[in-house]
């Protein structure tokens, strides 16, 4: 499709032409010769379409008697709202407080309209009946591309239904069951690693460099108490478990963080104002050409995804190698995706880049609020030892655990449920009208853009009951659902075709890390001020979490 500025551009050409040639004659302009009647040319235009779009557009907009905030900005809605606070927060506030019918409409930045879905109704035809009519938003899937790379998280349509099927028997319950004793052998990995860490490690805290670099932030506070900074511990150890579990490759960062793979996510995630500079301009310029603006935050960034991307093609090359060599067929991920025969070597790579990124951020994510909420919440957290030590074997046993250990703890099973409710690590995600659609028999025209939000469905009274803030795992022991209603009013996952694919994956490997952790040790907030779950600053991104850290005073307690 022809875009707008290239339509400017043929128009204020043929103005110049005739009007240089004394054709037409405008009332009005400067003669700067035919560049100059250019430039005017494509001004006006500009200016007049702005006008229209910044003031005009969301007034006439057939969707305006749609309920929503009314406290906009003349040329920016909600925007000031939305940068003051968490992401995902305002949503959660209006979900709240403005009476809808499943939509709410608010304005973004120059007023352009956007919808928050809120209703379980309107939630499943967005995720499942009508999921094809939606897809991710461009600029976001560029944005996200350079680091996940296309594969089955970006694609769209037919493509997506395709990478889809030939993914899923990877992810088939049957099979992740067999991936536990991986998910339980990393989590032990990383307990002793924390344990050794808290012995070991100095009274004064980790020099500036070694922050930076992901590897330690640890302090200690006496002979068996160390401050933990949990946030790396948990990165390295999800890092390892998809390697292994997904690509069949250990890639060791629980036991050295100054690996490259892991140094490149480091690089890549790491909070710096030129990040969120890029960010802010990303608003106003396409990612296309972010990307190559001499930054160093760009630099850095485009360094690591080679690393990532070299990393992936390696795997795929020894994967193959194995394969041809007739050893036994591999039941991880990528050893799926390759018999399946269906993806070309590229395609391959973005594949294996897409499971690097989104099967080790959201899970280290999950981590840090688990953490969090135990650490907050000490009699739900000693509760749950107890459980842990009852039924599961000791660290140092050596003993392995299978699935249905997992399965029986109904404590752990409930802790878990209740963190991914209460903090899902992506609090929103978007979508975009790819046709004239509807939405509860709303009318959608093509291009209107839709918010999903786990933070404001998850924490919706309506859809949960009074208690809904409250951290409190009982409510998935009274009953399966959490006593809400219908499936989506936990949007953790999403639903439908573009759901999770690694959610059963993510949910094992996460039971099997909690267990180990609170089995192992005691811990406490070390910093008081986070007490307020309400005013902790929140990195903003495609995960949130506590944007200076997690820091816990952490024991271990002797005795399993
Ligand atoms: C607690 C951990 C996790 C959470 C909260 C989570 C959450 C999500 C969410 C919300 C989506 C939908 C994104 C969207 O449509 O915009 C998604 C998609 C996806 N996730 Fe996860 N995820 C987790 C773990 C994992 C793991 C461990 C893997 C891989 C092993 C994985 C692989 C994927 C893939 C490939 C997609 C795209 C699916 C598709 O579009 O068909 N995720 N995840």
Redo the contacts with the bound molecule.
Sequence with gaps: MVSKYTLFAVVAAVVSYLVGNGVITPPWYLAFGYVGIFIEGFLVQFTVWAFYSVLLKHRLSPLRHLPGPKDNGLFMGQWDNMVGEQLGGPQRTWARTIPNDGIIRFLGIFNKERLLITSPKALSEVLTTKSYDFI?PYE?SVGIGRLLGI?????EGDE?KF??KN?MPA?AFRHVKSLFPIFWSKSVEVVFAIDNEIKNTAGAPPSEAAIDAGISRDVKVNSDQAIVSVGQWFNRA?LD??GL??MGQDFNAIADPTGDLYQAYVRTFRPSREAFALQILSLFISHAIIRHLPFKHNREVNKSVKIIRDISRDLIIKKKERLAKGLEADKD?LSVALESGAFTDDQLVD?VM??LA???E??A??MIWAIYLLGLHPAIQTRLRAEVRASLPSPDSGDSITAADIERLPYLNAVCAEV?RHH???PM???EANVNTSIQGVPVPKGTMLY?V?WATNRDPKLWGPDVDEFEPERWLRDASGGAETNYAF????HG???????K???G??ACLVAAFVGRFEFELADPRMEDERTIPIKRGA?SKPENGLWIKTRKVEGW
């Design positions: 991710k976001f594969g089955v998280l970006l694609a997506h990478q889809r993914l992810f999800t478990i998809i579990a997904g991920i594949q897409t499971f989104a099967g080790h959201t899970t994510t999950a991914l899902s690590p992506v995600t978007l979508r999903l786990p949007l953790t996952f999403i075709p573009r759901s999770c694919i690694g959610e994956f993510a949910r490997e996460f995960t």
